[in-house]
Nanobody, 117 residues
């Protein structure tokens, strides 16, 4: 079992910045992928960015150049630095953990990000 706790969401004006954190605890295998997804009202959940335990990253086109994902393997924590926020970035942001080779995904409870225009 893996438990994820997210923090860092909030209300920010367009053009502003926020930093999200997600700490994983439980049975953590060394080879894994952690990522951030978001869900806007009335829309499907979508990938924002993810990062492997070796540091390979993947970003949605809509956030490239504005968001940066990073992780601290010693703390089993993943971060999402969000800059130049836009109103369309508004949504609930969820952290996901997946062990390499496993079929099971673990999700955090979600943190609300609201960008006012």
């Amino acid at each position: 079992q893996v438990h994820l706790v997210e923090s860092g969401g909030g209300l920010v004006q367009a053009g502003g910045s926020l930093r999200l954190s997600c700490a994983a605890s439980g049975i953590i295998r060394s080879s894994n992928v952690m990522g951030w997804y978001r869900q806007a009202p009335g829309k499907q959940r979508e990938l924002v960015a993810d990062i492997t335990s070796s540091g390979s990253t993947n970003y949605a086109d809509s956030v490239k150049g504005r968001f940066t994902i990073s992780r601290d393997n010693a703390k089993n924590t993943v971060y999402l630095q969000m800059n130049s926020l836009k109103s369309e970035d508004t949504g609930v942001y969820y952290c996901k953990f997946k062990t390499a080779g496993s079929w099971r995904d673990y999700w955090g409870q979600g943190t609300q990000v609201t960008v006012s225009s």
